[in-house]
T-cell receptor, first 114, second 110 residues
Framework: EPEVTQTPSHQVTQMGQEVILRCVPI?????FYWYRQILGQKVEFLVS????????KSEIFDDQFSVERPDGSNFTLKIRSTKLEDSAMYFC????????????FGSGTRLTVV | QKEVEQDPGPLSVPEGAIVSLNCTYS??????FMWYRQYSRKGPELLMY????GNKEDGRFTAQVDKSSKYISLFIRDSQPSDSATYLC??????????FGGGTRLMVKP
């Protein structure tokens, strides 16, 4: 069964450093998403991406965050200057079309900011 | 009022029991309703999604939506220890994003 692949599974970074979280969505999917889950809290929407541009973003997704699809397979989330409160699980997801609400999620990257 | 609410549990049941998991939501504009299962330190895995009020069945799982009460349910028949996980309801809104409940942790004991 096709899956969304995320790397690394765990990343530790110092506060103020830049991190890039990587995702390989399902190959024929067109819509891409990032969600995050702070330990013990809800899964929260960050951003959706379609046709090489952001289609929706939440208030969490401020100027410190950016997304990119640098080639035909990868989808990345960059955090420019990490803060302690950015520590969370970050999930990438993809879907085949806008009307397919059942996204496929990756296993996540655990980001720890120290 | 929070958009999507779930009882966090944990809910502990014996193997073979019927499990009822529930969510309430506040925005009547919500139209599409999903249930995800999340194992520890893994991503959410889609179980079912439904659009209209009523029931939808898939194997041992039944999703139920009552739009008049803004209440959604997931029933698991003949529960198994492998069903032990956190169950997340999620609602799709027109902003092309999912709004999740906080999840209910289920433990099925052999």
């Amino acid at each position: 069964e096709p899956e969304v692949t995320q790397t690394p599974s765990h990343q530790v970074t110092q506060m103020g450093q830049e991190v890039i979280l990587r995702c390989v969505p399902i190959s024929n999917h067109l819509y891409f998403y990032w969600y995050r889950q702070i330990l013990g809290q809800k899964v929260e929407f960050l951003v959706s991406f379609y046709n090489n541009e952001i289609s929706e973003k939440s208030e969490i997704f401020d100027d410190q965050f950016s997304v990119e699809r640098p080639d035909g397979s990868n989808f990345t989330l960059k955090i420019r200057s990490t803060k302690l409160e950015d520590s969370a699980m970050y999930f990438c997801a993809s879907s085949g079309d806008r009307l397919n609400y059942g996204y496929t999620f990756g296993s996540g990257t655990r980001l720890t900011v120290v | 009022q929070k958009e999507v609410e779930q009882d966090p549990g944990p809910l502990s049941v014996p193997e073979g029991a019927i499990v009822s998991l529930n969510c309430t939501y506040s925005n009547s504009a919500f139209q599409y309703f999903m249930w995800y299962r999340q194992y520890s330190r893994k991503g959410p895995e889609l179980l079912m999604y439904t659009y209209s009020s009523g029931n939808k069945e898939d194997g041992r799982f039944t999703a139920q939506v009552d739009k008049s009460s803004k209440y959604i349910s997931l029933f698991i028949r003949d529960s198994q220890p492998s069903d032990s996980a956190t169950y997340l309801c999620a609602i799709y809104n027109a902003g092309n994003m999912l709004t999740f409940g906080g999840g209910t942790r289920l433990m099925v004991k052999p």
